[in-house]
């Protein structure tokens, strides 16, 4: 019912929003058009895909143990390559143990930026015969006979025996070290406190 002295006729009071359903296909055509172009643009920036080559496997040996058991002073402010850990040159950053460093230059990313891909080369039937033929000549080129087996263990029996003996001298040095920076104690004294002397019992 219409309140007294107000205008009905003409009044939108029903609050619902009207669209304009002709400006928002417009809108949509051109947010469409602008991603299709981003899209082209960004394809284009990126060039041809880059040809890498096929795994290959390393000529060379990874060193693990060099660095085992030494002590190093590790600074905020070193270089990468001064750090703890294992620093590989290639990607420029440490790893902190043997494993993880393994699994890093076995990585995709590592492999990538030797300029590698992660795919293996196939092998041709002529390559996998002249693989076996070379292995066969080297076993056939390699003999090895009892004598040379009796020759390494006598040497690695010496090179123990060797070891045992300097250990040996290292401790009878450090024994001679001890005694010669034991204190000189005062008989009385030392009778007077309860005991015979600050060394040790054993001789």
């Not at 590698?116 to 996998?128: I, P, T």
Request: aromatic fraction near 6%.
């Amino acid at each position: 019912m219409a309140q007294p002295g107000s205008n009905a006729v003409g009044v939108d009071n029903t609050f619902r929003r009207k669209f304009d359903r002709e400006e928002y296909l417009q809108r949509a055509r051109e947010r469409e058009e602008q991603e299709e172009e981003g899209r082209f643009k960004s394809s284009k920036s990126k060039g041809p895909p880059v040809q890498r080559k096929p795994l290959k496997h390393r000529d060379f040996e990874v060193d693990l143990e060099s660095r085992l058991g030494k002590t190093q002073v590790v600074t905020p402010i070193a270089p990468l390559s001064q750090q703890a850990g294992y620093f590989c040159s290639v990607c420029e950053c440490v790893v902190k143990d043997s494993a993880n460093y393994l699994d890093h230059i076995n990585g995709k990313k590592h492999q990538r930026a030797l300029g590698m891909s992660m795919r293996v080369e196939r092998a041709s039937l002529q390559q996998v015969q002249d693989r076996f033929e070379n292995l066969k000549k080297r076993k056939t080129e390699v003999s090895f006979t009892e004598k040379d087996l009796d020759d390494r263990i006598q040497k690695q029996e010496e090179e123990e025996e060797e070891r045992k003996r300097l250990r040996r001298e290292r401790k009878k040095e450090k024994k001679e070290k001890a005694a010669e920076e034991e204190p000189e104690v005062d008989a009385d004294v030392a009778a007077m406190m309860g005991f015979g002397g600050f060394g040790s019992s054993k001789k």
